[in-house]
Every structure is written in structure tokens, then in C-alpha cells.
Nanobody, 128 residues
Framework: QVPPVESGGGSVQVGASLRLSCVAPDEAFSGHTMGWFRQAPGKEREFVSAITRSGGATYYGDSVKGRFTISRGNAKNSVNLQMNNLRSEDTAIYYC?????????????????????WGQGTQVTVSS
């Protein structure tokens, strides 16, 4: 499977916004569960957000609820992550992930092991 490609990362100040995008060259992507994870230096990978195949349900990690919004893009093979009110602790490499399998438990959306393809990541740096 060709991996998706993330974009939109950068360096911003506390309180700013960024919009990450994830695009896959495979149109089958549109029928997959998609998620965003992040990893900060010296820390474990952390779940950020996920969206179901239909786009009808979304999930968020506790640390980003109310600040981040995931959505399917206008193109069927894209997913976006709108990040508002960024904090220094949001600094990390953000990875887009996809799952071609059907999810049978809500818990699966939060766990990276159930996603079977990953992008290379995009750096987000938030400074005060």
C-alpha cells in the first residue's frame, strides 16, 4: 500500500492555529478509517484523533478535545486536522494513519496497532 503524505506542519506560537492535511494516492483511502497520532521527543506515540470510514463519527484524545477538529477533505482521499489554540505541549511529529480493516470496537480507534499504514510525519513546533 502506498503510504499517505502529510503536510501543513510548521513552527507557530502558543495560541496559534495550524491545519494538517493527509492525502493518499489510492482512492480506496476514502473507505478507510483515518487517524492522527503524534510523538514528541522522548515520549510514546499518542493518539490525537480519528474519523470513521463514513465520516459520521470522530474521536479525540483528551488533551486535544475542544481544540482540534478532524474532517474528511473535499477530495475523497484526504483528511484534515484543524488545530486551534495550540500549546507548547502539542509540539511533536504528527503522523497520519489509515486502516483498511473494519473496526469492531470503539477502543480500536485509539490504538495505533489497528492502523495498517502510516505516513512519514510532519513536524509541529509550538513555542511561547
Amino acid at each position: 500500500q502506498v503510504p499517505p503524505v502529510e503536510s501543513g506542519g510548521g513552527s507557530v506560537q502558543v495560541g496559534a492555529s495550524l491545519r494538517l492535511s493527509c492525502v493518499a494516492p489510492d482512492e480506496a483511502f476514502s473507505g478507510h478509517t483515518m487517524g492522527w497520532f503524534r510523538q514528541a521527543p522522548g515520549k510514546e506515540r499518542e493518539f490525537v484523533s480519528a474519523i470513521t470510514r463514513s465520516g459520521g463519527a470522530t474521536y479525540y484524545g483528551d488533551s486535544v478535545k475542544g481544540r482540534f477538529t478532524i474532517s474528511r477533505g473535499n477530495a475523497k482521499n484526504s483528511v484534515n486536522l484543524q488545530m486551534n489554540n495550540l500549546r507548547s505541549e502539542d509540539t511533536a511529529i504528527y503522523y497520519c494513519a489509515g486502516a483498511s480493516r473494519e473496526f469492531f470496537s470503539t477502543n480500536w480507534y485509539y490504538q495505533g496497532q489497528y492502523y495498517n499504514y502510516w505516513g512519514q510525519g510532519t513536524q509541529v513546533t509550538v513555542s511561547s
